[in-house]
Nanobody
């Protein structure tokens, strides 16, 4: 059973940076494509970024291209989301998710496991 635990959220001023981490305690982490999604109050969950199991392919939603970077370290069973040049509209709860044998989908329903989320708040 995959258990994902996010960390690294917090309060930051606009233009600042945060790095989110998502760790999995199982030994099967490397077979999962990993994704990051976010959800602001009163809105639907949205895709942010994804990475294939090998790390060779990454995908981003248009609004974060050039600002966010997704990466993974399979030896540490961890996926990261480096967020730079943060904007107030990035404020949301950020969730990591695991897609078994997946290709890094932007659709939340393709993912098998989800973390509990970490709050990111960007002040103007």
């Amino acid at each position: 059973q995959v258990q994902l635990v996010e960390s690294g959220g917090g309060l930051v001023q606009a233009g600042g940076s945060l790095r989110l981490s998502c760790a999995d305690s199982t030994r099967t982490f490397s077979i999962y494509a990993m994704g990051w999604f976010h959800q602001a109050p009163g809105t639907a969950r949205e895709f942010v970024a994804a990475i294939t199991w090998s790390g060779s392919n990454t995908y981003y939603t248009d609004s974060v291209k050039g600002r966010f970077t997704i990466a993974r370290d399979n030896a540490k069973n961890t996926v990261y989301l480096q967020m730079n040049s943060l904007k107030p509209e990035d404020t949301a709860v950020y969730y990591c998710a695991a897609e078994r044998w997946g290709a890094g989908s932007s659709r939340g329903e393709e993912y098998d496991y989800w973390g509990q989320g970490t709050q990111v708040t960007v002040s103007s």
